[in-house]
């Protein structure tokens, strides 16, 4: 039984201008101990998908539609009640900017202690003592001298290992990383991104690791899913993905990723501008950027298209190239990017 189900996810936005559909019809699956990459442009509908699945969206944006299961419990139209006891105990969240994720006026040892608090029965000094436990497990040297000291007091690096103790403080069994490493230099994020690793062995939960960069999750992921414009476009093993992409974006993410063993070579950027989601395109909206867009890429939308086992792909020269294989079965037979109950 998969630990996380999301099906036909719809997240929407309603403006002044309209409704902006920030995630439009998403599927995916989650396994106990798995890592899964999410990766796209800004505005993809990453982190939405990710505030969608923590309950966590702020207005004007809602759930318009589908399904969110936890170990078969549906989330979508729960009592806050019960959402606050799944977040942060049984799904824990790292945000993308650990100074404004922390409360300035409080000390670091006060907000994990907070957060024990809340998710177990832990008595204030079993829950200082577990505090100082766990900044020592992030790798942070001297944990009973940081626990009394603010926010401001501690580098970029160190917050960011405190947000991670604070996640993984009740022990979850989701994690999800919000661009854990954006603020931060190359060292920091080589020793952030090999800690989140250790733990997740250590403690065997699911991470699901939202970035941009391809370079993060070619490391850490088992499966990655690519994101654009609210839809999935593309879903598979990290090889799948990274060696045979059967998306036209996918391809052109993958061509402006700098290439150390060819100096000369000048980078290749995907032309053009992200969609506008408040007036999204007929067919397939990545079509205007798409140097091999057909006639019927602007006028319908592709599904998910098996090309291989577990390897989707939603893109109409996926289905052109398997009817000149003569494989009409294959081409007939598209899916949302998730595996079946």
């Not at 969608?52 to 806050?80: A, F, N, T």
């Not at 999800?176 to 090999?194: H, S």
Request: aromatic content about 4%.
């Amino acid at each position: 039984m998969s630990l996380l189900k999301v099906r036909n996810l719809r997240t929407s936005f309603f403006t002044d201008a309209g409704e902006v559909k920030a995630v439009n019809d998403t599927s995916f699956d989650v396994e106990p101990g798995q890592v899964l990459g999410i990766v796209g442009e800004s505005g993809s509908g990453k982190s939405v998908t990710a505030y969608s699945i923590m309950q966590i969206l702020s207005h004007p944006g809602r759930i318009v539609s589908g399904s969110i299961k936890l170990r078969g419990r549906e989330l979508v139209g729960c009592d806050e009640k019960t959402i606050s006891s799944i977040r942060g105990n049984v799904i824990s969240m790292i945000f993308q900017d650990p100074m404004t994720s922390l409360n300035p006026v409080f000390t670091i040892g006060n907000q994990l202690e907070e957060a024990i608090l809340l998710h177990t029965g832990r008595t204030k000094e079993e829950a200082a003592a577990r505090a100082v436990e766990m900044l020592e497990l992030v790798g942070i040297n001297e944990p009973e001298k940081r626990v009394k000291q603010y926010p401001h007091e501690l580098s970029g690096g160190m917050r960011q290992r405190v947000m991670i103790a604070m996640a993984l403080a009740c022990e979850p069994d989701i994690l999800i990383a919000d661009e854990p490493t954006t603020a931060l230099d190359v060292t920091i994020q080589a020793q952030i991104l090999e800690l989140m690793k250790d733990l997740q062995k250590k403690l065997g939960m699911a991470i699901i690791l939202i970035t941009h960069d391809l370079g993060v999750v070619a490391g850490m992921c088992d499966e990655i899913i690519v994101m654009y414009a609210g839809r999935i476009v593309e879903r598979g093993t990290v090889d799948m993905i990274f060696y045979a992409p059967k998306h036209e974006y996918t391809k052109g993410l993958l061509r402006s990723i700098p290439n150390s063993s060819v100096q000369k070579e000048r980078l290749k950027p995907i032309s053009g501008s992200p969609v506008d989601l408040l007036s999204m395109p007929d067919g397939c909206a990545f079509a205007p950027r798409c140097d091999n867009a057909m006639k019927i890429c602007l006028s319908q939308v592709p599904e998910g298209m098996e090309v291989e086992p577990g390897h989707i792909s939603a893109c109409w020269l996926n289905v052109l190239e398997a009817i000149k294989r003569g494989d009409n079965a294959t081409a007939g037979e598209t899916q949302t990017p998730a595996k079946e109950e």
